[in-house]
């Protein structure tokens, strides 16, 4: 099964939303000022990679096989690995993970048939 991930506006809204918090958390509590750019840095990276793709190395599409599952990135690279014991499944996220990568989608990511499928191929699979 092959699915073919887009940009989440939803997860991005959320991974600012967490890294804006430690930041204001950082400065309630009066630590060093200099951890906060380091925290904008965080957020960027992780916005542009995991919710907007637009990384070379984020995962752009996923090919679930039976055996393994082999991850697609922007910059055309093919990592593919058995899935680990850690990939996470629920009606609002997926998270899949490989030894060295993670896909993290959405329902906004796909769409929402395609999605349910995909749990259900993750939960269920042979």
Same mark, same amino acid.
């Given at each position: 099964?092959?699915?073919?991930?887009?940009?989440?506006?939803? #997860?991005? +809204?959320?991974?600012?939303? %967490? *890294?804006? =918090?430690?930041?204001?958390?950082?400065?309630?509590? =009066?630590?060093?000022? #200099?951890?906060?750019?380091?925290?904008?840095?965080?957020?960027? *990276?992780?916005?542009?990679?995991? %919710?907007?793709?637009?990384?070379?190395?984020?995962?752009?599409?996923?090919? #679930?096989?039976?055996?393994?599952?082999?991850?697609?990135?922007? !910059?055309?690279?093919?990592?593919?690995?058995?899935?680990?014991? !850690?990939? +996470?499944? !629920?009606?609002?996220?997926?998270? #899949?993970?490989?030894?060295?990568?993670? %896909?993290?989608?959405?329902?906004?990511?796909?769409? !929402?048939?395609?999605?349910?499928?995909?749990?259900?191929?993750?939960?269920?699979?042979?």
């Amino acid at each position: 099964m092959k699915v073919e991930i887009r940009p989440s506006l939803l #997860l991005a +809204f959320i991974l600012f939303l %967490a *890294h804006f =918090s430690a930041i204001l958390l950082v400065l309630y509590l =009066s630590l060093p000022l #200099l951890i906060v750019p380091f925290l904008v840095i965080g957020m960027i *990276h992780s916005i542009l990679h995991h %919710a907007l793709l637009a990384l070379g190395d984020s995962v752009v599409s996923v090919d #679930l096989g039976e055996e393994d599952c082999t991850f697609f990135t922007g !910059s055309g690279e093919a990592i593919r690995a058995k899935l680990d014991g !850690s990939t +996470f499944v !629920s009606p609002w996220l997926a998270g #899949l993970n490989q030894k060295r990568r993670v %896909a993290l989608i959405l329902p906004d990511s796909l769409g !929402s048939e395609e999605f349910r499928r995909m749990r259900v191929w993750l939960r269920w699979k042979p």
